[in-house]
Nanobody, 119 residues
């Protein structure tokens, strides 16, 4: 069974940085894509960044390009999201998710970690 566990959320002032980590277990993830999503109160969940595990190809939402970086560590089965120059509008619950490359929908989800950015 796939397990995804996020860590690293917290409270930070605008302009600051946070690093989120996702520990993945239960599967060989070489043929998976890993994504970081977020959901703010009253808003739909959105894909923030994703990485293709075996190619290291990445994609980002326009709202975070140039500020966030997603990275993966094969040896540790970890996917990190480095968030710099944070803005109050980045406040949300951030979720790690995984899916096989052929699936459009993400099959596995973590429990989420709260990120609060104060102005």
């Amino acid at each position: 069974q796939v397990q995804l566990v996020e860590s690293g959320g917290g409270l930070v002032q605008a302009g600051g940085s946070l690093r989120l980590s996702c520990a993945a277990a239960g599967r060989t993830f070489s043929s998976y894509k890993m994504g970081w999503f977020r959901q703010a109160p009253g808003k739909e969940r959105e894909l923030v960044a994703r990485i293709i595990w075996n190619t290291r190809g990445t994609n980002y939402a326009d709202s975070v390009k140039g500020r966030f970086t997603i990275s993966g560590d094969n040896a540790k089965n970890m996917v990190d999201l480095q968030m710099n120059r944070l803005k109050p509008e980045d406040t949300a619950v951030y979720y790690c998710a995984a899916a096989t490359l052929e699936n459009r929908s993400y099959e596995y989800w973590g429990q989420g970690t709260q990120v609060n950015v104060s102005s």
